[in-house]
């Protein structure tokens, strides 16, 4: 699991449920940041593997072109929803991404530049800091995408996929995988429009490893604490837009 600085500013509308840290993600590095899932691997290795050549010719775009997104986190625990929704430009070439967050009850950054592949400028009620994370990527990203169904509605064209996410390498637990789902919409040009993921059952598995971890509690326990979670929700869904557009970003100097 990749474990950085980032995952901690991005997840930061937290809730302690029973035992378990629900966390929500506020905003992303290239749509996802620093989060299980994704990947420091340098943007010219596999974007993603499904076996069908058009989704994997449109995902490849967003790793190798400038463009512009707006990222929506929606997490439901109970009766409660929170939601994050932030926008963003990325430019490849040298890389470099803006985000601002533009709604969310709560944050700890509002803004963040990110450039180098490695470096970080983050707004908070202090002032811009500097930091240092790893460069990530999109959920899905370097992952064998398994297709379970497509549909096309006009010009659109709809890819239903799922991929596991080894959580408990990161702790040191076998056996212990995750199953996210994504819905992938694709244009008549083969372009891409948006990624939805649904990281409901990624929230629980690490969760389980969390208190197996840092409460030393069995994996009975965990998992029955997990279970009896089961409403809490997770959803981002990432929206490409000016795909192919030259994007130019200057860091502000602090």
Known sequence: MNESVLRGVHRSACKLIGVMAICTMTIAVAGCGALPGSSSTPSDAVA??????????????IYTK??????TSVSTYGEETVTVVSQGVVSQSPYR??????????QIWD???FYDNGSALLHTESGWQKTRSNRSYPYGH???LDVTGTDTNGDVRT??????????KGYGIDDLTATLTQTYRIDADGNLLSIETDLSDLNRVTAIAN???????????AESNAGAAEDHASKETLEIHDLGV?????????
């Open 66 to 71: 400038d463009y512009t997104y707006t990222k």
């Open 97 to 106: 991404e803006h985000v601002k967050v533009m709604s969310s009850s709560s």
């Open 159 to 168: 890819y239903s996929t799922r991929y596991t996410e080894n959580v408990g």
């Open 211 to 221: 208190a197996m971890s840092a409460n030393g509690e069995n994996r009975a326990e």
């Open 142 to 144: 370097n992952r064998k």
């Open 111 to 113: 803004e963040a530049y």
């Open 246 to 254: 030259t994007q130019s970003i200057e860091i502000p100097k602090v």
């Open 48 to 61: 993603a593997s499904s076996g069908d050549s058009t989704l994997d010719s449109a995902v490849r775009q």
